[in-house]
Nanobody, 120 residues
Framework: QVQLVESGGGLVQAGGSLRLSCAAS????????MGWYRQEPGKQRELVAV???????KYADSVKDRFAIDRDNAKNTVYLQMNSLKPEDTAVYYC??????????????WGQGTQVTVSS
């Protein structure tokens, strides 16, 4: 089993910055992809940013040039640096990982979510 523990959410004024962290622990033979999604009340969860095992990244158009994803493979940790935050970035942010476990199976895991609130 794998656990994802997030930290770094909070309240910030528009134009400010926050840095989210997500650490994976448990039975991990490799991580295929690791990243962040967000969800506003009454809306579907959406991709924010993801980093693949080879180092390539993918971002939502709404956060390009403002957010940056980074990963420490040795610590199985992914970070999301969020700059120039806007009120529309307010949401619960969830860490997501596709983890290679026993029997060469890849399973998907989610963190518990961390609230990010941007005030205008």
């Amino acid at each position: 089993q794998v656990q994802l523990v997030e930290s770094g959410g909070g309240l910030v004024q528009a134009g400010g910055s926050l840095r989210l962290s997500c650490a994976a622990s448990g039975t991990i033979f490799g991580i295929n992809r690791m990243g962040w999604y967000r969800q506003e009340p009454g809306k579907q969860r959406e991709l924010v940013a993801v980093m693949f095992s080879g180092g390539s990244t993918k971002y939502a158009d709404s956060v390009k040039d403002r957010f940056a994803i980074d990963r420490d493979n040795a610590k199985n940790t992914v970070y999301l640096q969020m700059n120039s935050l806007k009120p529309e970035d307010t949401a619960v942010y969830y860490c997501n990982a596709h983890v290679l476990g026993r029997l060469a199976l890849i399973n998907e895991y989610w963190g518990q979510g961390t609230q990010v609130t941007v005030s205008s």
